[in-house]
């Protein structure tokens, strides 16, 4: 869970960042200054959410290097990625113009040197990537031919800018309350992570903050004093944290959106559509119906009003779902078998028609753990049908999957629970397409909250 990482985060920051600095030391040895004046250039420090250029000059004409990246996660663990370039008549290597010999990535992509890092040995293509923090995500780059190092470079990425402050709520609320700095009201953003519990959209939340909004990452379930399960969440709680982003003195009044990843975007969906405080829902990989919890009865809902459970979609397994032996398990297939019950599923369907506010809907068509394609096509649909007045946006993206990717981090595998979860797309495409999705929601968010 995330909320239990993060305890473990602390006693490793200081062991990551001499580790960092000890690294980029020895890429320097016996380096004094570039190799005959082949120079790398990049920021010296940039948000994570921001793609930024690499460039490498004063090479010869042809000149073929190597780019090679480094980068630690939340356990300390080594992330690389490396790629061949061919220096132009100029002398010149441009990762906005050039795509690699061959490496790590293909293509033209300003950012494949990050979005295609892996962890090194035989733990390549099985794990997620997870910051070891928000204010400071080091990012090593050499550049060198031959095994030498002509240039290396430094660049400290971060979540939650310098000017950003956090302070966590009370009151009953597990939460952690991101805003810029200074005495303007600005909109505000309720942040609800997925089923990994805990705070889950904590990354998010300071990426926003440091966009100019007052975000609230809400934890639901997976920490103490909360559910240890996803089961009877109470949409008053999430009433509960509105109600404090609407008495906060840093928050405009009547500009205030929810933002939500899987169980996350299916919450925020069933808020808006009772909550008219909610004036924007944005969901990542959304659910068009309410569907049972994820605890150890699957015949318990995972949402209440009023005490009694919000309509659901039951649990159950499809029968003829046999996967072979040894091969990580697809849940989209028991998800789609469930949908066949149309009683349950018309009413546990989303009135998402009575939301106060446009929608952005994000999805991958290649989704393998919950039908979020299906769901985002039918959540449209019912919007048009019932005429709704405020603007809808769908992204959908061929190739992707569950996981749109974190902007601009390594995409990681496209498997989670150790491994034993497929849940689909590419982690190339599923990188695509958050690079595309993410300036798309910020723009969205802008136009409809204006900060």
């Not at 200081?14 to 120079?39: E, F, N, P, Y």
């Not at 440091?210 to 089961?231: D, K, N, T, W």
């Amino acid at each position: 869970m995330i909320g239990s990482r993060r305890k473990r985060w602390g006693a490793r920051r200081a062991r990551i960042g001499t580790r960092a600095l000890a690294i980029a030391l020895a890429v320097g040895a016996g380096v004094a200054g570039s190799v005959h004046g082949q120079r790398l250039h990049v920021p010296d420090g940039v948000a994570v959410d921001s793609a930024f250029r690499i460039t490498v000059d004063g090479l010869r004409p042809g000149q073929v290097v190597v780019l090679h990246t480094m980068m630690d996660d939340s356990l300390g663990r080594r992330w690389e990625s490396s790629a061949s370039f061919r220096a132009s008549s100029t002398g010149r290597i441009d990762l906005t113009r050039d795509a690699p010999l061959h490496g790590s990535y293909a293509g033209v992509q300003p950012m494949g040197l990050v979005t295609s890092m892996e962890p090194a040995g035989e733990l390549a293509g099985r794990l997620r990537f997870i910051p070891p923090r928000l204010d400071s995500v080091p990012l090593l780059l050499r550049v060198g031919s031959d095994g030498a190092t002509a240039d290396s470079a430094r660049v400290v990425r971060w979540f939650r800018s310098p000017d950003v402050m956090v302070r966590a709520l009370g009151g009953g609320l597990a939460g952690h309350l991101f805003y810029p700095a200074g005495r303007e009201r600005r909109p505000a953003v309720l942040v609800l992570g997925g089923s990994e519990g805990g705070f889950g959209g904590e990354d998010v939340a300071a990426l926003l903050a440091s966009r100019g909004y007052v975000a609230l990452s809400l934890a639901y379930f997976g920490i103490a004093p909360l559910p240890s399960s996803l089961e009877r969440i109470p949409l008053e709680y999430f009433g509960a944290a509105v109600d404090s982003l609407q008495a906060d003195p840093r928050v405009r009044r009547g500009s205030l959106a929810a933002l939500g990843t899987s169980k996350g975007a299916e919450a925020a969906l069933v808020l808006g559509a009772h909550d008219p405080r909610i004036h924007a829902v944005v969901a990542y990989a959304p659910s068009a119906v309410a569907w049972s919890c994820i605890c150890p009865d699957p015949q318990s809902p995972s949402w209440t009003l009023g005490g009694r459970p919000v309509p659901f979609v039951p649990g159950g397994a499809d029968p003829a779902y046999r996967p072979p032996q040894g091969s990580p398990l697809h849940p989209v297939v028991n998800y789609r078998y469930r949908l066949r019950d149309s009683a349950a599923v018309r009413r546990a369907t989303i009135p998402v028609e009575r939301i106060n506010g446009p929608v952005l809907l994000v999805s991958g068509r290649e989704d393998e753990l919950w039908p979020s394609s299906w769901s985002a096509d039918a959540i449209a649909a019912r919007l048009r049908t019932h005429g709704f007045r405020h603007r809808v946006v769908q992204l959908s993206y061929p190739g992707a999957g569950h996981l749109i990717g974190k902007a601009y981090l390594p995409a990681g595998s496209t498997r989670v629970g150790g491994g034993r979860l497929e849940t689909g797309g590419t982690p190339q495409a599923n990188a695509a397409a958050q690079a595309d999705a993410w300036p798309r929601m910020l723009r969205f968010l802008a136009s409809e909250l204006r900060p």
